[in-house]
């Protein structure tokens, strides 16, 4: 079956300019995460969605980050007024929600602030 | 804070002998650890996973050993092949947490 997609793969933009970056995940994966890995880094957890339970933030790196989780399937992540730090892979990945499950990747938006 | 340690950026090892990924991590909250896979462009594919309740998982060509008192993970891939080339990552996680907390990765090469 379809594996998580995300959209687009590749994203470049100037230093405060507002991106959306989009993310399906797998059919039936009731949980959806969001990292990032910057350059020589690894993976940093950003945020969390289990079905309509309210998201976990908590990774989130400042306010200019937000996503949201439309009817429990495809997530947005937005950045607000984009700096160049925020340079960096962005990668989505589902799961079943059920404990110790692994989660499945997609292959992330490589997001470039010029 | 780095929880979750790959000490070794880089490892190169030849076709058909043994692979032998590290990874130290220093939260014994920890409970459950996975290693991915992953080549250039393309998101993690997961590998192989282990509870803190097992030592040794083995799939295929793929062992992943858990030493728990020295919190210690290692991945052990016999025997390699060329297209095993790829950086991996390990990751783990709290009990009753989601988050995946990684190490930086280690890049293998398997020389033909």
């Known amino acids: 079956g379809a594996g998580v997609s995300q959209s687009p793969s590749n994203k470049v933009t100037e230093k405060g300019k507002d991106v959306e970056l989009r993310c399906d995940p797998i059919?039936?994966?009731?949980?959806l995460y969001w990292y990032r890995q910057s350059l020589g880094q690894g993976l940093e957890f950003l945020i969390y969605?289990?079905?309509?339970?309210?998201?976990?933030k908590s990774g989130l790196p400042s306010d200019r980050f937000s996503a949201e989780r439309t009817g429990g399937s495809v997530s947005t992540l937005t950045i607000q007024r984009t700096q160049q730090e925020d340079s960096a892979v962005y990668l989505c990945?589902?799961?079943?929600?059920?404990?110790?499950?692994?989660?499945?990747f997609g292959d992330g938006t490589r997001l470039s602030i010029l | 804070d780095q929880q979750v340690k790959q000490n070794s950026p880089s490892l190169s090892v030849q076709e058909g002998r043994i692979s032998i990924l590290n990874c130290d991590y220093t939260n014994s909250m920890f409970d459950y650890f996975l290693w991915y896979k992953k080549y250039p462009a393309e998101g993690p594919t997961f590998l192989i996973s282990i509870s803190s309740i097992k030592d040794k998982n083995e799939d295929g060509r793929f062992t992943v050993f858990l030493n728990k008192s020295a919190k210690h993970l290692s991945l052990h891939i016999v025997p390699s092949q060329p297209g095993d080339s790829a950086v991996y990552f390990c990751a783990a996680k709290r009990n009753s947490g989601y988050a995946l907390n990684f190490g930086k990765g280690t890049s293998l090469l398997v020389t033909p």
């Open positions: 990945a589902s799961s079943t929600g059920f404990s110790n499950q692994p989660q499945h």
């Open positions: 969605f289990q079905g309509n339970s309210a998201p976990d």
């Open positions: 059919s039936g994966h009731t949980a």
